[in-house]
């Protein structure tokens, strides 16, 4: 662990880096640290906040000092490997792909010369890493979208896109949580709703969970709509297998 | 819902508190005031928790109606604050009758004004916070900048507070076109080359005319980065300076983003934060290194100083007199006392009913 580093980010938060580049490995170390912190129940600290490269802490310095904290922080790494670290979930989104839903469904297809039902079944073939949640309230940054469906963004960007939209922009894959403009190209879209700041947990992912895409017809599509807008439904939630 | 009417919404008046917390990890930004020392201050004034939603005006101030009498207090840049168009003190409690109107006529100093009002704003606490987060657009009023015709309830409403001639602090002087803004270095000032970072310490900075809440654009010498303004994306905090491959500075402010991919070469100390929320563009700005001790002692000094202040303004001293007894008692039992033209108080205690007259130091008993 002696490459962590504790940076000063102001004097009400510290970065923790745990390196400088995106991949799982660090992506693992910084969930891992996130609960080890989360189950310390440090008094003073605000909240956490997972990135690819590092966990910001947010701490009041009338309660703990930088000092004091860092100091915490080491006695915690030293003791990380003895910290039950649950496997980390898989959350499988349902997505009608393509027709109104996914305009660009036949552009991704054409353009990697592949047949639509190679896309779909391409998209849906992996577990995605939430690597962390930002831009926007419940925007998820997802590794490990397979080069094959690649495809660059549109060139003039949509004025609106509905939420629940899920996209492809380059080697990326990402689901719009609310309406919004960009210039991703449409392959499908979710009933979920990954942002409701009227459900008591009003973001549905977060960072360190896995996402799977299961493709959906049209009737069941709208059946969890319909469950989603009356707050029945209950997302399909297991662990992911240990690799 | 009694408490205020908007009569005018003026150019950005929000409702905040000191942010939504809790959120971050999610993407959600932590919004709140921008000047959280004026905004504490008035709540402290008006004998609220400093951390209690106030509203924020920006540059040009709106028209307030009040419906309901409440003890307020202006506090932040000096934006000409009336009341029935007569000037109203600042950094001071005032009680306010329904039918007065508070107004804004022009900027004398600095550029966003902090209204408090006791006993607190009733709006819904969302995810933890009342402040309003114009790009989520939830919190606060229905998520949005206040209007013409909107209507706030008081949650509870003062017409007596403790201590009364107490209430008034010497204002903040924002008088200043060019200051010093004390920083601490990091997260990522290695990424800079030395002469970078002297020029970043040496330098006078304009503010641009892209200051908004997000964040607070400058111009000046060029900050030389090592290898570019790019990183793998990791979090920011209020007042991270951060300097894209340009090599200009941008501060972040109350809206910013919960992360993002450009270098920080130090972050502005919490003390000075107000100071740079009071700015306007073309103002100009000296950066001064400061360790994160110093940083955290001041912070913490400040803090102390605000609970002296409020554990001062909420002392009680033990009744002289039976008048004084059912003037506390009236007190802290709001909504069995009222207040009549004539400056005196019914109050009822214990279901004997008394005429309470504060300035003469007089009760007496009405038989019901």
């Known amino acids: ?243 | 819902m009694m408490g205020i009417k908007i009569a005018s919404g003026g150019f950005l008046t929000t409702i905040q508190d000191m942010g939504r917390f809790g959120y971050q990890e999610t993407g959600m930004s932590v919004s709140g005031v921008m000047d959280q020392r004026s905004a504490s201050l008035a709540n402290i004034l008006v004998g609220n928790e400093e951390t209690e939603a106030v509203i924020e005006v920006t540059m040009m101030g709106p028209m307030i109606e009040f419906t309901k009498d409440n003890f307020v207090a202006v506090t932040g840049g000096d934006l000409g604050a009336k009341l029935d168009g007569k000037p109203m003190p600042r950094y001071e409690a005032v009680l306010v009758r329904a039918g007065q109107t508070l107004s804004f006529a022009g900027m004398f100093s600095g550029s966003r004004a902090y209204v408090a009002f006791a006993g607190g704003l009733a709006v819904p606490v969302i995810m933890g916070s009342k402040s309003t987060n114009l790009k989520s657009k939830l919190g606060g009023y229905e998520g949005r900048k206040l209007g013409t015709g909107d209507e706030i309830g008081f949650t509870a409403p003062r017409t007596w507070l403790p201590n009364q001639n107490k209430r008034k602090l010497e204002p903040e002087d924002f008088s200043a076109k060019e200051l010093t803004l004390r920083v601490v270095m990091g997260p990522q000032d290695d990424c800079f080359t030395e002469k970078g970072i002297h020029t970043f310490l040496h330098s006078t900075y304009t503010i641009s005319n892209e200051y908004d809440r997000m964040g607070c654009r400058m111009q000046g010498n060029i900050i030389e980065h090592k290898d570019g303004g790019d990183i793998i994306t990791d979090g920011i905090s209020f007042g991270a300076v951060q300097v894209p491959s340009h090599g200009n500075p941008i501060v972040m402010m109350a809206d910013h983003q919960t992360t993002g991919g450009y270098t920080k070469i130090a972050n502005v100390i919490s003390v000075d934060l107000p100071k740079l929320a009071q700015c306007m563009p073309g103002f100009r700005i000296h950066f001064e290194k400061v360790s994160i001790e110093q940083a955290q002692t001041l912070y913490c000094t400040q803090k102390e100083e605000w609970r002296a202040l409020q554990n001062a303004l909420a002392a009680q001293a033990e009744p002289a007199s039976d008048l004084q007894a059912v003037a506390v008692a009236a007190a802290s039992n709001e909504d069995r006392l009222s207040w009549s033209p004539q400056g005196t108080y019914r109050v009822v205690v214990n279901g004997e009913e008394f005429i309470v007259d504060l300035e003469r130091e007089s009760v007496c008993f009405r038989p019901s």
């Open chain 1, 1 to 243: 662990m002696n490459d962590v580093r504790y940076l000063v980010s102001g004097d009400c938060a510290v970065c923790v880096e745990f390196g400088n580049e995106i991949s799982p490995e660090i992506n693992r170390r910084i969930c891992a640290f996130k609960i080890a912190v989360e189950n310390a129940q440090i008094e003073g600290i605000v909240e956490t906040v997972p990135t690819y490269r590092s966990l910001l802490v947010v701490y009041q310095p009338e309660i703990i000092r930088f000092g004091e904290l860092t100091k915490t922080f080491d006695s915690l790494m030293d003791s990380m490997d003895q910290i039950p670290i649950p496997p980390p979930s898989v959350v499988e989104i349902p997505v009608l792909y393509g027709g109104e839903m996914g305009p660009d469904i036949e552009t991704v297809a054409s353009h990697n010369g592949k047949t639509v039902e190679e896309v779909i079944k391409i998209h849906t073939s992996g577990e995605y890493l939430i690597y962390m949640l930002g831009f926007i309230a419940g925007f998820p940054y997802l590794g490990g979208m397979s080069k094959e469906i690649a495809t660059p963004r549109l060139k003039s960007p949509r004025v609106k896109i509905e939420g629940g939209s899920v996209g492809i922009a380059g080697e990326q894959t990402g689901i719009y949580p609310v309406a919004s403009p960009g210039g991703w190209q449409l392959i499908g879209r979710t009933p979920l709703k990954l942002y409701d700041s009227e459900r008591e947990k009003p973001v549905l992912l977060s960072a360190g969970q896995y996402i799977k895409f299961c493709p959906v017809t049209e009737d069941e599509y709208k059946k969890i709509e319909k469950q989603v807008a009356e707050g029945t439904y209950r997302c399909v939630t297991y662990d992911k297998e240990v690799e």
